[in-house]
């Protein structure tokens, strides 16, 4: 079995999340609150936490969180490249990383992003982005490069459109019930929603994901020592992290039958190959959706479904908790729990698990959490809440 396998764990979790500049606290602040409550959830006291990374370019070097923190010593940080939110899964196989080699025995996974203190998220996307080419065409924003990805695959591959407004009701339903969520106690009006402004054809804006302010951060140790901490562990069991042949900014077009795929698949063959699991053993899918098409894109890749049925599995009523065999999204994803650039997914994934979720999914033993679709390396994550 790979080294991955159910050998580390998530301890704690903790989250701050505020609407879009309206934070009360810098950023450093923001974050040094939800990793002091990541430590409380775990029964951990914060100085001990000797690693931790994040993805993104996040502005938050550890070395400064260390007065906040009381940490005694810090012994490895790292991040996951690129501007995009690609690499949130594979910043827990980073850590993992770094607890089986020896470097580090608790390690804190986190991202913040606070628009008065960083800027907006959008200048550091387009930032990586886009190249030169891009610019010259007109090409100004992320969307854009999206929605060129997104019309490839309905007009080419055959996607109906409508499966895009299917996983947004799924997501705004489930963040309509889960009370930290942006869009809690708010029914989506899909009038509303379908006369919505444009951003760039086919995206209008409730195909958008749309950032907050906040923090959220996790702690992870080795499984053994999580099983002495005060919640049960949710084990990583498996993570993959990168790209293929022919995929990325520099090489837009150059690979017609990627092109307008999200760049899972071969994340999706290694993370499968190394846990022995398939999409049927999967049990709930936390996704990272910048846009709608490139989260269908993204459950396409892993294998949940295929261009010829995606119209059937890619259904409101079978994407919700607790009743469809495929939930999605079930504190509301990006779209509807709130945006900090995407870690919102992967804590919904551990309360998922845990049994703490606002929808829960009955007997949930696995979860999928994937990173930002589109971005030139992604990554993806099986967490379990029990080593089969």
């Not at 008065?116 to 387009?126: D, E, I, K, P, T």
């Not at 396409?300 to 999204?329: K, S």
Request: net charge negative; with cysteine.
């Amino acid at each position: 079995m790979h080294p991955l396998y159910g050998t580390t764990a998530v301890a704690g979790i903790g989250m701050r999340q505020y609407r879009r500049g309206a934070s009360p606290l810098p950023e450093q602040g923001v974050l040094a609150e939800a990793i002091r409550a990541a430590c409380a959830d775990a029964g951990f006291d914060p100085a001990e936490v000797d690693g931790f990374v994040s993805y993104g370019d996040d502005k938050n070097e550890p070395v400064r969180l260390m007065p906040a923190l009381g940490t005694r010593e810090l012994k490895w940080s790292s991040v996951v490249w690129g501007g995009g939110g690609g690499g949130v899964a594979g910043a827990f196989g980073l850590a993992a990383a770094a607890i089986l080699s020896g470097q580090a025995s608790a390690v804190v996974i986190f991202r913040a992003l606070v628009e008065g203190s960083s800027g907006r998220l959008s200048a550091a996307v387009m930032a990586h982005h886009l190249n030169d080419h891009m610019l010259a065409a007109g090409i100004v924003a992320p969307a854009q490069v999206c929605a060129i990805r997104a019309n490839r695959m309905y007009e080419h591959h055959g996607v109906p459109r409508s499966v895009a407004e299917e996983l947004v009701r799924a997501s705004y339903y489930h963040g309509s019930r889960n009370p930290e969520a942006v869009a809690y106690g708010t029914e989506l009006d899909l009038e509303e929603m379908r006369s919505s402004r444009w951003i760039a054809e086919p995206f209008r804006l409730f195909d958008c994901s749309r950032e907050n302010d906040g923090a959220a951060a996790f702690l992870m140790v080795s499984a053994a020592r999580a099983r002495d901490l005060k919640k049960p562990p949710v084990y990583l069991l498996g993570c993959a992290n990168g790209a293929e042949k022919g995929w990325g900014d520099l090489l837009e077009n150059d690979d017609e039958a990627l092109y307008p795929t999200a760049g899972f698949r071969p994340i999706a063959r290694r993370l499968y190959a190394e846990t022995d699991l398939s999409p049927a053993d999967i049990d709930v899918v936390q996704l990272y959706e910048n846009f709608s098409a490139q989260g269908v894109a993204s459950l396409i890749d892993h294998g949940f479904c295929t261009y010829e049925n995606v119209a059937e599995v890619v259904r409101f009523d079978n994407l919700i908790a607790p009743t469809g065999t495929l939930p999605v999204n079930t504190g509301g994803g990006n779209f509807a729990q709130g945006f900090i650039h995407g870690i919102g997914t992967a804590y919904e994934a551990v309360k998922q698990l845990r049994g703490e979720s606002a929808n829960p999914v009955p007997g949930a033993r696995t979860c999928l959490l994937a990173g930002g679709p589109g971005a030139p390396t992604v990554s993806s994550a099986i967490f379990g809440n029990e080593v089969p």
